[in-house]
């Protein structure tokens, strides 16, 4: 408890109202640049900026997010549900966090496996949807990461792409041998291991992140640099052992980390919770509360297409 205190203590927010005072500052300047039409602060305004007048005020706040604000709300969750044991707090979190990334990085074309994989902490179907849509094609991108695109594949596979597996399978057996990370390596052997029911493969994979977790810098000083409480605490491995439950057969995971055996205990224990916002947005503010909750799903299309717009415009 002392080392999570002392992590804690060196946080960019400990608190809420912190977080919301920078969001609300934020908001304040984007505002102003979108009243004025001068979005030259704002960013990517050198390649967009004649075309962000078709954007909200609100739009343009979500798209000027930074992570150190997004993030926060998931370390502050992981320290309540520390401090209080209550792990309600960290499902909460992972829903507001991962929703408003999200939105967040509509912009960047790529990669969304990990926010695929924080959905399944909290079941949450609609931000599953939207970052894997049921018309996405299997990716033979060779351009792409290889990690990233077997992940993404392997990920397809097991949600609902069984047609996937012949090719997923063929991808994994040419790709894997240029996977020299550990981490990834197990990442890689464990998803496959779903899907072609080796669950002696799945068992070791998993006890292997957990132990090389850590030491995987793109993941404990790059994906949730912010989140500091994280780089002890593999929050998404959450999301990696709910992916047993798309498998024909049942079986189980041994789960070494303490914090996520309590955190899956909550989870298992409470099949119908369904998560909230960490807190309430008040003020100016306050859309997010909508846009985050009853509102996502058709925000996040209506957003993605105007900035798809935007982007292909020339």
Same mark, same amino acid.
Not at 69 to 74: D, T, Y
Not at 99 to 120: D, H, K, M, P, Q
Not at 175 to 183: P, Q, R, Y
């Given at each position: ?42 960013? *990517? ?20 997010? *930074? ?114 990370? #550990? ?47 994280? #780089? ?61 909750? *009853? ?15 935007? #982007?292909?415009?020339?």
């Amino acid at each position: 408890m002392k080392a999570i205190e002392k992590d804690f203590s060196s946080s960019i927010h400990q608190n809420f109202d912190s977080v919301q005072q920078s969001l609300t500052e934020l908001f304040h300047r984007v505002a102003i640049a979108s009243e004025n039409n001068d979005y030259q602060s704002l960013l *990517n305004s050198n390649a967009w900026e004649k075309n962000y007048h078709k954007l909200t005020k609100e739009e343009l706040f979500l798209m000027n997010l *930074n992570d150190k604000e997004i993030l926060a709300i998931l370390n502050l969750s992981i320290y309540q549900s520390i401090t209080q044991n209550d792990y309600s707090h960290l499902l909460n979190g992972i829903f507001t966090y991962s929703r408003l990334r999200l939105l967040n990085r509509v912009y960047v074309s790529g990669n969304t496996n990990w926010t695929v994989i924080e959905s399944l902490v909290t079941n949450d179907k609609e931000l599953k949807n939207a970052a894997f849509p049921k018309s996405l094609p299997f990716n033979i991108d060779t351009t792409y990461d290889t990690v990233i695109q077997l992940t993404e594949n392997l990920l397809k596979t097991i949600l609902g792409k069984s047609d996937f597996k012949n090719q997923s399978h063929k991808q994994y057996s040419e790709l894997i041998g240029e996977v020299s990370s #550990k981490f990834d390596n197990a990442l890689l052997k464990y998803l496959y291991g779903l899907t072609a029911d080796d669950y002696e493969l799945c068992k070791t994979s998993f006890e292997q992140m957990e132990q090389l977790y850590s030491r995987c810098l793109w993941l404990t000083s790059g994906w949730y640099r912010e989140a500091n409480l994280n #780089k002890k605490i593999p929050i998404f491995l959450l999301g990696l052992y709910q992916l047993k439950n798309f498998t024909a057969t049942n079986f189980d995971l041994v789960i070494k980390n303490e914090f996520l055996k309590k955190a899956n205990r909550f989870i298992v224990e409470n099949p119908n919770y369904k998560p909230k916002l960490f807190r309430q947005f008040n003020s100016e503010l306050k859309f997010l509360n909508e846009i985050l909750t *009853n509102n996502f799903a058709s925000f996040y299309v209506n957003y993605k297409t105007k900035m798809n717009e935007i #982007k292909n415009y020339r």
